[in-house]
């Protein structure tokens, strides 16, 4: 069974950064495609960030593009979420996403961060 624990969320002002990590146990991690989600009060969870197993192939949505960076470490089966210049929208609760090779998805219990202006 796959469990992730997020962990780096906090209370900012716009501007600042934040480092994520979600660290994962009891599943290949290195073969794996790993993402982050966000999801803010009264609002669907979206898409923010996903990583391919090597590291190689990364993808970000629109509106992160330039100001979020996605990386992962095998080694230590965690995956990180660089979030620079962070803005009151980037508030919600982000969680760690692990897309297995068996094609099933597993979640964290997610890490609130809420930016202030």
């Known amino acids: 069974q796959v469990q992730l624990v997020e962990s780096g969320g906090g209370l900012v002002q716009a501007g600042d950064s934040l480092r994520l990590s979600c660290a994962a146990s009891g599943g290949t991690f290195s073969r794996s495609r790993m993402g982050w989600f966000r999801q803010a009060p009264g609002k669907e969870r979206e898409f923010v960030a996903g990583i391919g197993w090597s590291g190689g192939s990364t993808s970000y949505e629109d509106s992160v593009k330039g100001q979020f960076t996605i990386s992962r470490d095998n080694a230590k089966s965690t995956v990180y979420l660089q979030m620079n210049s962070l803005k009151p929208e980037d508030t919600a609760v982000y969680l760690c996403?692990?897309?297995?090779?068996?094609?099933?998805?597993?979640w964290g219990q997610g890490t609130q961060v809420t930016v202030s202006s």
């Open positions: 996403n692990y897309h297995s090779v068996f094609r099933k998805d597993y």
